[in-house]
């Protein structure tokens, strides 16, 4: 078994589980790749991929492959990057959140820039969702999220904690500061952050603590767009208190308390389990964590 083998392996396995495309990706011959693929399931004698006619599909001991292959190549890479250009920083890949990545990424990548200068830094920002992805398919060394990692192949660690607020325009139900009942709450119409976001999973944990369930009458991946609507009396919406300190003070909405929630949540570093941390990446988590 060598990387060639894992390297067409995982071809296969982008390619929809099609010889033929990888093969074309790869500029090889389908038969070349057929047999590495044969040579793996010889060497560890087991089926990485079902036959069914012309069509391949990936077993669960190709999964397990998978994972395997992705970080040992990955692994491989950072090594060759490392030895090959020893004075230079490499790449590091960093995906965040949208609320910090609009809110402090800014800051972190300008302090990381400072201390590495002759370092390539390359973000993405999306949903929580995406970047948990990114992170299990080496496409990101880490990620900044808020709330709840759920692969057991990711390992992370707080290093901010962050408050949500329910808002409503200037006219509406509530006035400012006041606190209201879980019951009268759960009542209003919501205006809310998209699945798969920490935003949205922070508060439909702190729904289903108090009792309650959500059918958000809209759902947006932008908070402006959120408060905008709720400025508008369109209803309640529930959003990252950092973010909107402009329209607060502007009168745009005003914030209201729900008795007995708590709409605090965690903002957190992610890595695979797997990962090994370069000096630079090393460096951005202390930037992040303040050090």
Request: include cysteine.
């Given at each position: 078994?060598?990387?060639?083998?894992?390297?067409?392996?995982?071809?296969?396995?982008?390619?929809?589980?099609?010889?033929?495309?990888?093969?074309?990706?790869?500029?090889?011959?389908?038969?070349?790749?057929?047999?590495?693929?044969?040579?793996?399931?010889?060497?560890?004698?087991?089926?990485?991929?079902?036959?069914?006619?012309?069509?391949?599909?990936?077993?669960?001991?190709?999964?397990?492959?998978?994972?395997?292959?992705?970080?040992?190549?990955?692994?491989?890479?950072?090594?060759?990057?490392?030895?090959?250009?020893?004075?230079?920083?490499?790449?590091?890949?960093?995906?965040?959140?949208?609320?910090?990545?609009?809110?402090?990424?800014?800051?972190?990548?300008?302090?990381?820039?400072?201390?590495?200068?002759?370092?390539?830094?390359?973000?993405?920002?999306?949903?929580?969702?995406?970047?948990?992805?990114?992170?299990?398919?080496?496409?990101?060394?880490?990620?900044?999220?808020?709330?709840?990692?759920?692969?057991?192949?990711?390992?992370?660690?707080?290093?901010?904690?962050?408050?949500?607020?329910?808002?409503?325009?200037?006219?509406?139900?509530?006035?400012?500061?006041?606190?209201?009942?879980?019951?009268?709450f759960s009542e209003q119409r919501f205006l809310l952050r998209e699945k798969?976001?920490?935003?949205?999973?922070?508060?439909?944990?702190?729904?289903?603590?108090?009792?309650?369930?959500?059918?958000?009458?809209?759902?947006?991946?932008?908070?402006?767009?959120?408060?905008?609507?709720?400025?508008?009396?369109?209803?309640?919406?529930?959003?990252?208190?950092?973010?909107?300190?402009?329209?607060?003070?502007?009168?745009?909405?005003?914030?209201?308390?729900?008795?007995?929630?708590?709409?605090?949540?965690?903002?957190?570093?992610?890595?695979?389990?797997?990962?090994?941390?370069?000096?630079?990446?090393?460096?951005?988590?202390?930037?992040?964590?303040?050090?």
């Amino acid at each position: 078994m060598t990387l060639r083998h894992l390297k067409i392996f995982l071809a296969v396995c982008s390619c929809g589980c099609n010889v033929t495309r990888a093969a074309e990706k790869l500029y090889l011959s389908q038969p070349a790749v057929s047999l590495a693929i044969r040579e793996l399931e010889e060497y560890y004698g087991v089926r990485l991929f079902e036959r069914f006619s012309r069509q391949l599909k990936i077993t669960e001991a190709g999964m397990h492959m998978k994972e395997y292959a992705v970080h040992i190549l990955a692994l491989f890479e950072e090594m060759e990057g490392e030895m090959r250009e020893w004075d230079s920083a490499g790449v590091l890949r960093v995906g965040a959140s949208i609320t910090i990545g609009s809110q402090f990424m800014p800051e972190y990548a300008g302090k990381f820039q400072q201390a590495f200068p002759n370092a390539e830094l390359r973000v993405r920002i999306g949903p929580s969702e995406g970047l948990e992805k990114g992170l299990l398919e080496n496409e990101l060394d880490l990620a900044l999220i808020e709330g709840t990692v759920h692969s057991p192949n990711l390992v992370y660690e707080a290093y901010m904690e962050d408050e949500l607020t329910a808002v409503c325009s200037a006219d509406g139900p509530f006035r400012k500061g006041e606190t209201v009942s879980v019951k009268t709450f759960s009542e209003q119409r919501f205006l809310l952050r998209e699945k798969g976001s920490g935003t949205r999973e922070a508060f439909d944990s702190a729904a289903s603590l108090a009792g309650f369930s959500v059918d958000p009458v809209w759902e947006a991946t932008s908070t402006a767009a959120l408060v905008n609507a709720a400025e508008h009396g369109l209803g309640i919406a529930v959003v990252p208190l950092r973010m909107i300190g402009q329209a607060l003070r502007e009168g745009k909405v005003v914030p209201f308390s729900v008795e007995g929630m708590k709409l605090k949540r965690q903002f957190v570093i992610v890595r695979h389990k797997n990962k090994f941390l370069s000096r630079s990446a090393q460096a951005f988590v202390g930037i992040c964590k303040g050090q």
